[in-house]
């Protein structure tokens, strides 16, 4: 916790003089203590009252009029209302520690007074006693803090930092009046402290931005069929209306478009499904080598049209994982298809099954599948997880591709505690690896999950 520095809190300004009136209420003890012995006088003394009267108007103003500095205890008060118009409270020290986002505490002038353990954290230079210029830099961040100071009212604010990376924050900065202080006193424009709460937001905006690149995306996928669509119908209605040969080679296109965005809609319907369960680990049992040859005898009549010829290594053992069995299928045959679409020319595909080996708690499975086809320039390998991505569009959509196929198998091998990794050589094929963790428990794996 940030220490108060002791020349503040001890202010070495000399007292000020004291109002008559405040010095009249100063000594109304020692007045009224007079008053009572001089009754004392004039009922046992045969004191006259009118000379007490007389006295006690002489002591009156006296006391009043003598100039004489404000007693210490009063500086003392004041003294403390200062310091706690200028150092935050414990109270608010303790309030600003227990919130989750980097928060500094501020005065009128723009000096640092204090700040939490996530701001230390996240700013580095930014210390009590120091202008908060010095460790914030942000133009739009300083002017907002300045308008704040002058008309008191809270205000929010974004702005992009580009260096050493592009970052997002969004800062609300707000006033703070003491209760009793001066500051309330003198209206809404000066506040006692300026609370400057700063989040990064660059997670969400990364986010945000996914989403809405997402819909555009999946909108200009869907739309190009569609007025392909659109297109047809137009030409059937009226210039194809009487010539059944045409009518029948636009038909079978329609065909095709249409089952083009059905294609789309069950992939972004599946995406969207695997996404909605992304953090809740498959809790049954499944046979890895199992899925893999049914999904490659699945696959094979797809590879006889191509001439391709699927070889299937794995050895007679069960590769017990904890897996959802249908998920499973769809990461072997994503996988499977891309290598018979794209690999074709390769003329073979190989799929292997390792054993896991090493550490019990590293154990996994690896799953992987090769082609000897064109492979995949390198440029493109760290982004061929990401939707509607494609290395090439044309080849891609002729092959009846969605761009989706593989963003598809990132999630579910992500909710496996799986992962995904691309070799490729251009001109040489591409092999594609999935490793999963094992498991060593047979009695786990349900029957029906058995060849
Ligand atoms: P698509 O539906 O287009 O096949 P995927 O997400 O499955 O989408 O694959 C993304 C892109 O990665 C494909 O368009 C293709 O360009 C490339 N790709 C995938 N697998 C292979 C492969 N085995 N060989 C060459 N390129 C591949």
């Excluded at 059937?236 to 965005?261: K, S, V």
Aim: proline letters at 7%.
């Amino acid at each position: 916790m940030t220490k108060t520095p002791t020349t503040l809190e001890e202010p070495a300004e000399p007292r000020p003089i004291a109002s008559p009136l405040t010095r009249l209420g100063d000594a109304r003890w020692i007045l009224i203590t007079v008053f009572c012995a001089a009754m004392v006088a004039v009922a046992f003394y045969g004191v006259p009252f009118s000379a007490v009267l007389v006295m006690m108007a002489v002591l009156g103003v006296v006391t009043g009029l003598i100039p004489r500095r404000a007693s210490s205890r009063r500086v003392k008060l004041n003294a403390q209302r200062e310091i706690r118009r200028m150092w935050p409270g414990t109270g608010m020290k303790l309030t600003v520690d227990a919130l989750p986002t980097p928060c500094i505490v501020a005065d009128g002038r723009g000096i640092t007074r204090y700040v939490n353990k996530q701001a230390h954290a996240a700013y580095e230079g930014v210390k009590p006693g120091d202008p908060l210029s010095f460790s914030l830099r942000a133009p739009s961040l300083l002017e907002a803090f300045d308008r704040v100071c002058t008309t008191g009212e809270a205000e929010r604010i974004n702005w992009i930092e580009k260096v050493p990376t592009e970052t997002w924050y969004e800062a609300h900065i707000a006033p703070i009046y003491m209760p009793g202080s001066a500051g309330q006193d003198r209206g809404p424009g000066l506040p006692d402290f300026i609370l400057v709460v700063i989040q990064d937001q660059t997670e969400n905006r990364r986010l945000e931005r996914m989403r809405t690149d997402f819909v555009a995306n999946a909108s200009h996928e869907l739309r190009t069929p569609l007025a392909s669509l659109t297109g047809f119908i137009e030409t059937l209605q009226g210039p194809a209306r009487n010539d059944p040969e045409a009518q029948d080679r636009f038909l079978a296109i329609m065909l095709d478009q249409a089952g083009r965005m059905r294609r789309l809609i069950d992939d972004i319907l599946s995406l969207s499904r695997i996404e909605l369960k992304a953090h809740v680990r498959p809790a049954g049992m499944v046979d890895l080598s199992e899925i893999i040859r049914h999904t490659a005898d699945a696959m094979s009549p797809v590879a006889a049209d191509l001439g391709v010829d699927i070889r299937v290594e794995i050895q007679n053992v069960p590769a017990r994982i904890k897996g959802d069995r249908d998920e499973l299928i769809q990461v072997t045959e994503n996988l499977i298809e891309n290598a018979l679409k794209y690999g074709h020319q390769g003329k073979f595909v190989d799929i292997g099954l390792s054993e896991p080996s090493g550490d019990p708690e590293e154990r996994a499975w690896q799953l992987s599948v090769r082609d000897y086809g064109e492979g995949i320039p390198p440029e493109h390998l760290p982004r061929l997880t990401e939707r509607f991505y494609r290395v090439d569009v044309e080849s891609s959509r002729a092959m009846k591709g969605t761009g989706l196929g593989l963003a598809i198998v990132k999630h579910i091998l992500t909710r496996h505690r799986g992962r995904l990794e691309v070799e490729s050589e251009p001109g040489k094929g591409a092999t594609f690896k999935v490793t999963l963790p094992a498991i060593e428990n047979a009695a786990g794996i349900p029957d029906q999950t058995s060849v």
